[in-house]
């Protein structure tokens, strides 16, 4: 749907709300602006950003004609960092590679750079976004970790463990622009970011491709309510794009529930994750599924009766 301040549509539609319960949002009423701002414009049954627009047909569906523009400006600068066997292990967590790629071409490649060494990007001045189809060769050289395998049979990593050589499965890179990723743990489960050594010299390469089409931020054209919503509290206004923003709303929870009764993190992070279901919890979800979020809470908890802290350079938090 329209990519719009979430907070500010909703609380403007629900002050409005309780402000007239009497009266139904038809005819003249259902043209009269609510909110206009230079973005956006906000009507009764519908919002209408410059060309696009998105309406609510009823409490239950919602339709629009919304593009994402994401590829136009989607930034240069790359963030990403290396990973053996899925883990994160190359350096210490808020420490990764940081790239800015060409901007005149669609080819860019890094500089060789080495397992555990942190790449700085250069000062480049005003932010360049990535072309269209734009492309990035990444090149790790993995010879010192390789001659440790050799010489003493395992590596050591950044934090003191040893990584031993028969256990070595391959590398991988993690990062901040799709189609990367950083969800460590689910890495294995990404073939296309596992780096390849073709010349067995220790070197390995990947080739990435930054800024395809599929890449956008896709938007639903349509919106129909499919799941029941009867166990929890309903909401009805005068305003047709409010109700059904809040049964969109009260759907998504539904849908965040995992098949284990936990809260989903988010469709790349499997597990749950202290950070984001804390969130979740002291925002409404105790109150909505308190269930749920007891069982997410407890799955966060160790034998020792305390708190897991999650790995990575947000979620460590």
Known sequence: ???????????????????????????????????????????????????????????????????????????????????????????????????????????????????????????TGAEAFLKPGARLKIKLDMRGVLKEFQTKGYYTTFDGNRLYKEDFKGVYVAGSSAPLIWDFDNLVNHPDLKLQDDNNDGIYEIVLALNVKEDEKKTLSRWVQEKDLSAFPTYQSTYPLSDALYNMAMEEMVRAVEPDSTFRTGKEWAGVWTRDVSYSIILSMAHLQPEVAKNSLLRKVNKKRRIIQDTGTGGAW
């Open 1 to 123: 749907m329209l990519l719009l301040p979430g907070g500010l549509l909703l609380g403007g539609l629900l002050l409005g709300a309780c402000q007239q319960r009497t009266s139904t949002a038809t005819g003249a009423d259902a043209k009269a602006a609510v909110w206009q701002s230079e973005a956006y414009t906000l009507y009764p049954d519908r919002v209408v950003q410059q060309k696009y627009s998105a309406r609510a047909l009823s409490p239950k569906e919602i339709v629009s004609d919304y593009s994402s523009p994401a590829n136009e400006f989607k930034s240069a600068a790359i963030s990403f960092k290396f990973s053996i066997n899925g883990k994160d292990n190359e350096m210490v967590s808020g420490t990764d590679h940081h790239f800015v790629c060409e901007t005149n071409t669609l080819h860019s490649e890094t500089p060789l750079i080495a397992f555990g060494k942190q790449l700085k990007a250069m000062p």
